[in-house]
């Protein structure tokens, strides 16, 4: 089920729900990319439409960000819980080592795409990591041969929003991998290279306050969700 939130479809299922869709695309052979929706990207797609169309024509659009919830609840919608880039990467990897799927991991500097998977295989012993490439090689051929002979089924890009989801979308017909998700910075948070907040500030849905508290000049950025709540209760 999907939600459009200023004009973006956004899924409404939780992982539980959504883990057996993906995995059912990738059975049946029908390719499918996951794109996490923020507020940040909801703003910038309202004033592009090239985004808007892009994010809009994603098989799936997962609500990652407490100010997409507190929108669905402003318009009387149906999302009722996060959804994290990171966290769907970590349950798609879980899912794939349980079912002999296997991944590629391409994005972030040099060496970090091996560290996550690394942390990864730690964590999933039975997990199939087909190769990984850093986000830095101009040879764009270079890099689709290079995950097209490790024939993963799963494909993770780590390379900001919205490159990544520009990179799928440009050459997914010419990709092996049948699920593609974008994952910003995730692979640098496995790696370990950056922190994410203690869990009390993730299970309160407050892991801006705690980047905000380590970051104080964050606040010009998070100014953006009032601005973001507002456009959503003026639609109305
Ligand atoms: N990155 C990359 N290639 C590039 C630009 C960026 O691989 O040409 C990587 C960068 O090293 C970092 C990630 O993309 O690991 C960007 O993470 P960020 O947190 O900015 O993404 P967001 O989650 O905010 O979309």
């Known amino acids: ?13 939780n992982y539980d729900e959504l883990i057996p869709k993906l995995f059912h695309n990738i059975d049946a052979k029908k390719k499918s990319l996951v794109v996490a929706i923020n507020p940040e990207k909801l703003m ?3 004033d592009d ?12 659009q997962i609500p990652d960000g407490i100010g997409v919830i507190i929108a669905s609840k402003l318009q009387k919608g149906n999302i009722t819980s996060r959804v994290t880039g990171v966290d769907m990467m970590d349950r798609i990897v879980r899912e794939a080592a349980r079912t002999g799927k296997s991944i590629f991991l391409y994005g972030a500097k040099p060496g970090v ?4 998977a690394a942390k990864l295989i730690a964590t999933y012993s039975d997990l199939k990591v087909a190769g990984t490439q850093d986000g830095y090689e101009k040879d764009t051929s270079k890099v689709i041969d290079k995950i097209n002979a490790a024939k993963p089924d799963i494909l993770f890009v780590a390379m900001g929003s919205p490159k990544q989801e520009l990179w799928i979308e440009e050459h997914r017909d010419n990709l092996h991998p049948i699920l593609y998700q974008g994952v910003g910075g995730s692979f640098d948070v496995l790696a370990g290279n950056v922190k994410r907040a203690p869990a009390a500030f993730q299970k309160a849905g407050a ?6 508290l380590l970051e104080p000049s964050r606040i010009k950025r998070q100014m953006n969700l009032p601005k ?8 109305k």
């Open 1 to 13: 089920m999907k939600e459009t939130i200023l004009g973006v479809d956004v899924n409404t299922e």
């Open 44 to 46: 910038k797609a309202k």
């Open 228 to 235: 973001f709540l507002f456009q959503i209760i003026r639609q």
């Open 207 to 212: 892991e801006w306050l705690y980047r905000l």
């Open 113 to 116: 795409a091996e560290a996550a």
């Open 49 to 60: 439409p090239a985004l808007k169309a892009l994010l809009n024509r994603a098989e799936f």
